[in-house]
């Protein structure tokens, strides 16, 4: 059993479904019990505060809607039992329940032991997160409900802004910009709010704008008030002019055996994802044992608040590990199951997206993709309802991994990325700021643009700095080596030496950054076929070279540079069609170019076909890293070989 009252007044059964508490009047009497916090509220008491003028027969009514909750809130209870819940004690009534089932006593308990000790971080977190807006919301014209509103509300603000200076003392904090401006702008009087958004600017790298805080507040304090700013804004105010070290987080370890709740592993989870390297594969394993932590609670809503908060910006179409993106998918649909049409619609939005963000288009079967685009513009229609633009930018990297559904999408994706990119510059998001220029540079590249892709290239690594994201040049390192070997087939250009030269050595980068095999695998071979293509050479038949996923559509041409026909027309033979995802174009590419050289005529015309959408495209250039040249060259070999030419 389990009552809340931090949004509308609601009772749950230890399986989560709702009690039928009754009418207006019965979740009053309960409301107000609860408020009492287990003490007992006598009956007259009761009376004055359901009714301003009480009937004749007010009492008599208190006791039927007792009787009433009684049945609800134990409807196993055997007939003459003495209530366990909702008791009557001398002249009136009290709730019997543990304070860890009532959200209000929860969020109570968290926030003393938080004033107490900063290790009690996750339980202020979690209890926060319980709010499901004004206490007490549907108890209207009460004295009693709003005296215990105002005092709930005040606080819900010294939670939100300890919750800010506990993350801020821990060294993090950068991240609460947005959270904390838009509390200061709701409650432009609580001097602490300032101070701590200063903080936060300054913690993320933006002096000037806290300075500019703080002389804003003081403006407000002194034209409103006729007030100085109090201490503690002033001696901020010098500590950052002067560079305080006080300012200074003291550095802290990861250690993977600390014993962290599930809210707090998954967002830290998050941040060692952005990080890369060795922080992504410590990532991945965190974050699923934070979901499955969730899930024993038997919490829905906490478990969809822990899978929906890692929203770490995706930009591959195929999992560095399909596993661990199957369990996260599979627990997101056993939690929006749960939660049902229904649900908050930001729990089932973020759910939604995580959906369509963990399905990587190139690891799905058909049934699959259809369920992961579906997903993604569930969410993104929700998002836009809810007019939350973090939540929309999430939901758009769902929308961005599901719209490889054919060759010859670059401009659509351009359009998604450019809003991403929007929202993420006006809504200060800096990992999807960052997320929108590498789309809008793999569109770019994939139409040949090489000016656009390397503005955004350049735009990227300068938001890399600040977010601390290190996987940005490696892939922009990359796009450099796709421009060095577009630019080495024009006259004038660089040489194929120089160009292959180059690949070499952002692949000795990529393979020093683990945790992305699903980007690498295969990624340095291909791009070495391409360069040998670009100049008419047969594919490099080195057998050290790793084909990765991409082996199928290689052999026929591997196996053409080394003269055996007969075992290429077999392979091509035997060639899937491509996955839809960044390698599409590439990929339909290599079977038209096997197919003209083998004069499979079918499969030649399967490729033209699948081709024509994305004639003025480049072969490769979606993924930003390599090329194959013009599609419009490989579309021309299959409809020749077709036309039987």
Do not use: K
């Not at 055997?78 to 019997?96: I, K």
């Not at 860890?100 to 209890?127: N, Q, S, W």
């Not at 602490?192 to 000037?208: D, I, T």
């Not at 996987?471 to 194929?496: D, H, Y």
Request: aromatic fraction near 4%.
């Amino acid at each position: 059993m389990r009552i809340d009252v931090l949004g509308a007044v609601r009772a749950l059964h230890d399986d989560g479904t709702p009690v039928d508490l009754g009418g207006p009047r019965h979740r009053e009497v309960l409301a107000r019990l609860v408020a009492a916090g287990g003490r007992m509220v006598p009956t007259d008491t009761l009376v004055e505060d359901l009714w301003a003028e009480p009937p004749v027969r007010a009492v008599g009514a208190l006791r039927t809607f007792v009787a009433a909750l009684r049945r609800a809130v134990e409807p196993d209870r055997p007939p003459r039992t003495p209530p366990r819940l909702l008791v009557t004690e001398g002249p009136g009534y009290a709730l019997r329940l543990p304070r860890d089932t009532v959200d209000v006593h929860r969020f109570e308990d968290a926030l003393d032991r938080a004033r107490r000790t900063p290790d009690a971080l996750t339980d202020l977190d979690e209890a926060l997160a319980t709010w499901r807006g004004p206490a007490y919301a549907d108890v209207t014209g009460s004295v009693w409900a709003q005296r215990e509103r105002t005092r709930l509300e005040e606080l819900r603000l010294e939670g939100v802004e300890l919750r800010a200076r506990l993350l801020l003392d821990s060294g993090s904090g950068a991240e609460l910009v947005a959270e904390l401006g838009a509390h200061v702008t709701a409650h432009p009087w609580r001097e602490p709010a300032w101070g701590l958004l200063a903080r936060a600017l300054h913690r993320a790298g933006r002096q000037a704008d806290a300075l500019a805080t703080l002389r804003r507040a003081r403006t407000m304090l002194a034209d409103q008030l006729g007030l100085d700013p109090g201490a503690d804004l002033r001696h901020l105010e010098t500590d950052i002019l002067r560079g305080a070290a006080t300012l200074q987080p003291t550095p802290s370890v990861w250690t993977a055996t600390a014993r962290l709740g599930p809210r707090t592993t998954v967002g830290l989870a998050r941040t060692l994802a952005l990080a890369g390297g060795d922080a992504l594969v410590h990532s991945r394993r965190d974050r699923l044992a934070a979901v499955r932590a969730a899930e024993r609670t038997g919490d829905i809503a906490l478990t969809a608040r822990v899978i929906g908060a890692y929203d770490v910006p995706a930009l591959w179409s195929r999992a560095d590990d399909p596993e661990q993106s199957r369990a996260v998918v599979a627990a997101a649909e056993r939690t929006l199951t749960a939660l049902g049409t229904d649900g908050p619609a930001p729990l089932r939005a973020r759910l939604l997206a995580t959906v369509a963000v963990e399905s990587r288009s190139a690891d799905l079967p058909a049934t699959g993709q259809r369920r992961a685009g579906q997903a993604a513009r569930e969410a993104e229609a929700l998002a836009r309802e809810l007019g939350d633009p973090a939540l929309l930018a999430f939901a758009l990297n769902g929308v961005f991994l599901q719209s490889f559904t054919r060759p010859g999408l670059a401009a659509a994706r351009d359009v998604i990325g450019a809003e991403i990119l929007d929202l993420a510059t006006r809504h200060e998001l800096p990992d999807f700021a960052v997320l929108g220029r590498l789309i809008r540079l793999q569109s770019a590249s994939a139409l040949g643009d090489l000016g656009t892709a390397t503005a955004h290239a350049e735009a990227a690594e300068q938001l890399a700095v600040s977010t601390e994201a290190s996987l940005v040049p490696v892939l922009t390192g990359w796009f450099r080596a796709r421009a060095t070997a577009a630019r080495s087939a024009e006259p004038g250009g660089p040489t194929a030496a120089t160009a292959a030269a180059q690949y070499r050595a952002v692949e000795n980068v990529l393979a020093e950054s683990a945790g992305m095999p699903g980007l690498h695998r295969g990624l340095f071979a291909l791009a070495l076929l391409g360069l040998r293509l670009l100049h008419g050479r047969p594919a490099p038949t080195d057998p050290a070279l790793d084909w990765g996923p991409y082996r199928p559509w290689t052999r026929p041409l591997v196996l053409l540079a080394r003269h055996r026909d007969e075992e290429a027309r077999s392979a091509l033979a035997t060639t899937p069609e491509p996955p839809l995802d960044h390698m599409q174009e590439a990929l339909w590419c290599l079977t038209a170019h096997a197919a003209a050289r083998l004069g499979e005529r079918p499969l030649a015309t399967r490729a033209a076909t699948a081709l024509r959408p994305a004639r003025s495209e480049h072969a490769g250039g979606a993924s930003g890293m390599l090329t194959l040249g013009p599609v419009a060259r490989y579309l021309a070999e299959a409809e020749a070989c077709a036309d039987g030419n």
